[in-house]
């Protein structure tokens, strides 16, 4: 954590979710992590209705909508102390994709879809999900969609294929993106985004894709989604017809803030356990780990990298409070990637310096090996990422890209 940007509610703050994450979180997370999520759902069930108590609950909501009401800024930066631990945003309820959801519809529901799908979401009621990624269409390029949404009567019928609608299993709704005008001459106006109920007719959650041999379950899986035929009323329409890029947008710019500063959560800890181990494993009588010059030298390097990526990232929220999402679409472009990768390395030197203990589920960084490889493909794969900062560069240099 850096002085530069914390306010005195932060420092107010910091220690009530210190002291909950020492005393009920690390203790158990382990745990939580290694068997069937289901198996975990009352105990997570009480220590949720314990943060809602201590007033620490859903700390990118305004205290009206129940929450704590921080800033972008204020928020990184409890965000990251939570991404220390696997179960920490859940447990706060600012977990991805629910606070996203949450974002859009506060912003662009109607007042119905708000009190009932908002409300119950932000009290960590119901769970929600979000299908956009279609298996049969490059992801990177979200302008191609096959799903349908077609208006009949007082409903849109919606029928297409979605996978990694993450936490799928068990979610009350999903907010579904689907074409509604496929003549439109822009592709940017063809589609919409939709929610649909869940249970609904036309409707099916086909399996939870494994992940590195992991199917998962309930919060901690990837749904592969079918919609055939599928009806829901038209007012189940979020923001305007032909919107939903627009709104995809809106939603993925503090979306990255809110995972970029999670990654540096999970940085942190990962930096500390290879810290800790470096420091007690002996070599033999005289030598331990630390005392090795390659292991000093990642110590050294993961040091830099996670100060670097962190003061990126506060950066990127700041200029973003002040100046909205667009004026920071390379800064948001260039922390995606940068601290996507920052991660991958931490965990990987962390797993390095542990040795096959690092590759067991003894320690939590295998968990986060499998998870978050990910991070350099979910909301933009890097590739997408650096060609759009380095276009943006280049245009300033006179170079055009058209076709
Ligand atoms: C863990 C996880 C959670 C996810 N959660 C959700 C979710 O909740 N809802 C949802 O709708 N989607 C979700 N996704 C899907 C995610 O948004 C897509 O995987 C992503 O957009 C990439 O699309 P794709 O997988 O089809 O890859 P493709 O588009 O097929 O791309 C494959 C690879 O090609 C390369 N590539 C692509 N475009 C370019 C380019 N322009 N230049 C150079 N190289 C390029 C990249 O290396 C990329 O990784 C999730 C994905 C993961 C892995």
Redesign the pocket.
Known sequence: MTNLFLTEKIKSLLPAYLQFLNEEVYPIELAVINRPFRQSLPLLKNLRAKTKEKKLWAPHLSEKDGGVGLTLVEFAQISELLGSSPIGHYLFNCQA?DIGNMELLHGFASAELKKKYLVPLMNGDIRS?????EPE??????VRLATTAKREGNDYVINGH?W????ADGASFTIV?AVTDAQNPSPYLRASMILVPIPNEGYELARNVP?MGEAGEDYIS?GEVRFTNCPVPVSNLIGEEGKGFALAQARLGPGRIHHCMRWIGICERAFDLMCQRAATRKLDEHRYLGHQQIIQAWIAECRAEINAARLMVLHTAYEMEQAGSKAVKDEVAAIKFYVANVLSNVIDKAIQVHGALGITDDTLLSFWYR?ER?AR????????HK?SLAKSILKKYGLSFTG
Do not use: Q, R, W
Not at 164 to 167: G, N, R
């Open positions: 994709p999900c979000f299908a956009m990624t269409l490059a992801g990177s390029n979200p979605k990694f609608t993450s936490s993106m992940i990837h998870h990910a493909i979910y909301d933009g794969p890097d590739e997408v060609t």
